[in-house]
C-alpha cells in the first residue's frame, strides 16, 4: 500500500474544516494521517476535535513571541519534527513570513471563503453581500508571499441570496468548504496535481460534471 500523506493542519478557531478532513480519513477516503494540529489560539474549539480523535496537538500563541519571525520559527520547528509533506491552514488566520514559505514551498495550501480573486482578506462574507454578487464560495489555493493570491487548487459555487446575511452565507459556503478541502487533499495524496507557474491541472480525472448555474435561476 502506498504510503499516507502526512498532514499538520494549523487552526485559529472552530476546526470545521480539521474535522471534515479527520472524517474523510475515518471514513477511508482521504488516504493521509494528520500527524499534528497546531493552533496559535489556545480557546480553539479544533483542539478539542483533534484531542478527540488522538491527534498530537501544539498551541503556539503568537503573544508570547517577540516577532512573526520567533513564531514561525518555532512553527517550522514543530511542523518538521513532525515530518510533515502538506501544511494544510484551515481556519489559520496568521500571515506567514517568507522563510515559512522558503521552507515549505510548494507544500502550503489554504481554503478561503469566497471565490478568488474575489474578495481576499476577512469578513469577506459580508463583502460579498455588500457589493451584490449573486454567486461566492470557496477556493483551496496554494499559499504564495501575497494574502490569498497563490494559484487555484479547487473551487465551489454557492448562490447569495435576497435574504443572506453574513452568517446563513458562511454556512453555505462551509458546507462546501467540507467537500472541497479533502478533495483537494486527496489530489495531493494521490499525486494527481500538476502546477506551471499559476495554472493548476489535476490529472485522472474520473466522472468529471461541468454544468452551468445561474442565480437567479432562469426561468422555462
Ligand atoms: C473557514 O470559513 C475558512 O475558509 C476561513 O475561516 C473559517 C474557519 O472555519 N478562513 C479564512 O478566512 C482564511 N483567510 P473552521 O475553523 O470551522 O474550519
Known amino acids: 500500500m502506498a504510503e499516507l500523506l ?3 493542519v494549523l487552526i485559529s478557531g472552530s476546526g470545521s474544516n480539521l474535522q471534515s478532513i479527520i472524517d474523510h480519513i475515518e471514513k477511508g477516503t482521504l488516504p493521509a494521517q494528520i500527524k499534528i494540529v497546531v493552533s496559535n489560539n489556545p480557546e480553539a474549539y479544533g483542539l478539542t476535535r483533534a484531542k478527540k480523535h488522538g491527534i498530537p496537538c501544539a498551541v503556539l500563541k503568537h503573544q508570547n513571541f517577540l516577532n512573526r519571525e520567533d513564531f514561525d520559527c518555532e512553527l517550522i520547528r ?3 519534527n513532525a515530518g510533515v509533506d502538506l501544511i494544510v491552514l484551515a481556519g489559520f488566520m496568521r500571515i506567514l513570513t517568507r522563510d515559512f514559505l ?3 514551498e510548494q507544500k502550503i495550501i489554504n481554503i478561503h471563503p469566497a ?3 474575489a474578495f481576499p482578506g476577512t469578513h ?3 463583502k460579498a453581500i455588500d457589493y451584490g454578487v ?5 477556493t483551496v489555493h496554494f499559499v504564495d508571499e501575497g494574502v490569498d493570491t497563490g494559484p487555484i487548487i479547487i473551487q465551489a459555487v454557492v448562490p447569495v441570496l435576497p ?3 453574513a452568517e446563513t452565507l458562511a454556512n453555505r459556503i462551509l458546507k462546501e468548504e467540507h467537500k472541497i478541502y479533502p478533495q483537494a ?3 495531493f495524496a494521490e499525486g494527481r496535481i500538476i502546477k506551471n507557474g499559476r495554472h493548476v491541472e489535476i490529472k485522472n480525472f474520473r466522472n468529471p460534471d461541468h454544468a452551468a448555474i445561474h442565480n437567479p435561476p432562469l426561468e422555462r
Open 115 to 117: 471565490l478568488l480573486p
Open 6 to 8: 502526512k498532514l499538520g
Open 163 to 165: 435574504d443572506d446575511n
Open 185 to 187: 487533499i486527496r489530489y
Open 124 to 126: 469577506v462574507q459580508q
Open 78 to 80: 514543530i511542523l518538521q
Open 134 to 138: 449573486k454567486f461566492s464560495g470557496c
Open 102 to 104: 522558503h521552507i515549505f
